[in-house]
């Protein structure tokens, strides 16, 4: 079975921490799919990252950077220098090869005060 | 417009009628899903179509919920004999292709009173 873990509900921090959101996935399938997405008070989802399972290696994009290990079953999302404009809900979602579907977690809140 | 647009924004409806909402997806994009959003989670997942056809229709909850797609663009999510469980955020989304990059609209809310 398909499920996404986000264990962390809620992260408060001050501006300039650095913070990570935990993501733990399951799934039996070998060829399969990482997402991460920012939903801001707005509603928009925004998409940030898409990772294959084929590809371990670590994703660093200005102050998001991305974990992916395989042998945790995890895709950890870490923002450097947190800022307040990266206050939103952040989920991670799995999709397998042959469903196109994105199963997500329940998401984790960040706030990030001045 | 640039990105996936889904009209109404908000609809309030009594319990047991019938809802239309409506999804424009990025021009050019083959895929579109529909997924519903509760409060305090995650999108879930209702259906999938690749270009007419709903190659994925396995989160629709019951035979009240049906979405079509009938050229290839533009998608109706049609929601029958409404029910108070159904509130929630309506999400709409579109891809080139399936497991490639998802854009998603700003949803439909729905209140089911």
């Known amino acids: 079975a398909q499920k996404v873990t986000q264990a962390q509900t809620e992260i408060s921090v001050v501006e300039k921490e650095d913070v990570t959101l935990d993501c733990v996935y399951e799934t039996r399938d070998t060829t399969y799919y990482l997402f991460w997405y920012k939903q801001p008070p707005s509603g928009e989802l925004v998409f940030l990252i898409r990772?294959?399972?084929?590809?371990?290696q670590n994703e660093i994009s200005g102050r998001y950077s991305w974990n992916f290990q395989k042998s945790t079953s995890s895709f950890n999302f870490t923002i450097t220098a947190s800022q307040v404009v990266d206050s939103a809900v952040y989920f991670c979602a799995l999709s397998e090869y042959n469903t196109d579907k994105l199963i997500f977690g329940t998401g984790t809140r960040l706030q990030v005060f001045p | 417009g640039a990105g996936v647009s889904q009209t109404p924004s908000n609809k309030v409806t009594e319990k047991g009628k019938y809802v239309e909402l409506r999804c424009d997806p990025i021009?050019?994009?083959?895929?579109l899903y529909w997924y519903r959003q509760s409060l305090g989670q995650g999108p879930e997942f209702l259906i999938y179509?690749?270009?007419?056809?709903?190659?994925?229709d396995s989160g629709l909850p019951n035979d009240r919920f049906f979405a079509v797609r009938p050229e290839g663009s533009v998608s109706t999510l049609k929601i029958q004999r409404t029910e108070r469980g159904d509130s929630a955020v309506y999400l709409c989304?579109?891809?080139?292709?399936?497991?490639?990059?998802?854009?998603f609209g700003q949803g439909t809310r729905l209140t089911v009173v």
């Open positions: 990772r294959n399972s084929f590809d371990e």
């Open positions: 989304a579109s891809s080139l292709a399936g497991n490639t990059e998802a854009f």
């Open positions: 179509f690749q270009g007419t056809g709903a190659a994925d």
């Open positions: 021009s050019g994009h083959t895929a």
